[in-house]
């Protein structure tokens, strides 16, 4: 291969250099007059411009793609007044995607995922906010009909390096207004996240029973005699898939909040996440499986019933951790609700010293702000009811798989929003959320021992 001289490489530099900045010219000078003809149009000018620089230049090039071809997908179906803002709502996503910080491969599977900086959800929509203030003006100044961003990627919130109690302080964010309180433990954070690309399902393949697994007998690998026929058995496989659903809400906000971005910021910052999490954990422990619910860890399949005898509540939980460690899982986290946290620590004796509080060192610790039942730390949240318990085998039990980040989206041109100078906000998430068996959690009531 014949080399190349300095003035050839330098000659093709520049070639390259007029082409981008002639495809920019043409993807900024083009005016879509008739989105019906026009959209397709602009959205293969901005591809071109993109695939002139190449991924090497362009942060989150496949990610844009992506977004690009979602969006031309998106118009072969879309109605006439959603046809006129799709172009917008591409532009902000591909702004959005400059300002992420996590590179994902393109399937994004959870195995690719780089970990980012640890940050609160609450920090991340206050930064998602931020960086797209000259939009929030623009909109504020009725030069664009809606905006919108996705928070960065949301990975602080896994069992490996945030399983904590993450207790947020309760904030007020202005004189007069003051917060309804927050759930001190949501269900992500107990769990592995990832993510999943464009799909509309996360698949998988789990191993089941097979020819050996669970037999007594031992029928698969055995001791063989010198030059006799080695044993067959065999292992099963099964395929499976979790769809994603979205979880989502909007509101309804007078302009005047518009006028000032840091105080809309505080306020958002504090409630959106929160209501979407809130809904969020419901189906992660209690959906029904049917569409557009998920299937949660106490639908019917998902979980394991305790098996235990006891009647008195830790001693329930330590028969639980032993169960679950009999089918090979880890036992590594208990969810109870607040109440049932604390009656734990009122356990007295029945005995002929009746009345004193009897809680074994061995059995159970306190750490600070931190129970452990058996080695296994206890986590306190409203968000499973009264008298039940999950003990879990939370790391490879199940993962929350991201489809669409956490999104919020302003509109103005909703209902009777431009006569009543109002604002439609709508946050939202896309999520899938497989669990890949039904002994990883044992799922039981206080008040119903074995």
Known sequence: MEKK???????????????????????????IKD????????????????????????????EKMEAIEAASE???????????????????????????????????????????????????LAEGIAEVKEEFKAFADKKIPSVSFQMKAVADMDFATNFSTARTTVAYNKPGIIELPKRKVHIRQLLTTGGMGNKSTFNYVKEVTGDYLGTP???????????ALKKQFDLKLQEAAAPAEWVAGFLVISRNMLDDVEGMTSYLQSRLPELLLRAEDTQLLSGDGTSPNLSGITDSG????????????????????????????????ILLNPADWYNIWLTKSTGSVAGLYNLPTEMIQRVGDQMYIAGVPVFRSTAIAVDKFIVGDWAMGA????????????????????????????????????IYGDNYFIYGDFGNAS
């Open 35 to 62: 989105p019906a003809t026009d959209l397709q149009k602009s959205f293969n000018l901005l591809k071109a411009v993109l695939e002139l620089k190449g991924a090497e230049e362009v942060k989150n090039f496949e």
């Open 302 to 333: 998902n979980y394991t019933a305790p098996t235990g005898s006891a009647t008195i509540d830790v001693e329930q939980l330590v028969q639980a951790i032993a169960q679950l460690e009999g089918y090979d899982r880890e036992a590594n986290g």
């Open 217 to 227: 007998s031992g029928s698969g690998p055995a001791p063989s005699a010198e030059g």
């Open 399 to 434: 993962n929350l798989i991201i489809r669409e980040a956490p999104r919020v989206e302003f509109f103005r041109e909703d209902s009777d929003n431009v006569r009543k100078n109002k604002i439609t906000v709508r946050v939202e998430e896309r999520i899938a959320f497989p």
């Open 74 to 124: 998106e118009a072969k179906t879309a109605s006439a007044d959603e046809l006129k803002t799709l172009a917008e709502k591409l532009e902000i996503t591909i702004k959005a995607f400059d300002q992420l910080q996590v590179r994902m491969g393109k399937d994004r599977n959870i195995t690719q995922i780089t970990q980012p900086e640890t940050k609160s959800f609450n920090s991340m």
């Open 5 to 31: 001289t300095p003035a050839v490489i330098e000659a093709e530099k520049k070639a390259r250099k007029t082409a981008i900045e002639n495809a920019e010219k043409a993807y900024n000078e083009f005016e």
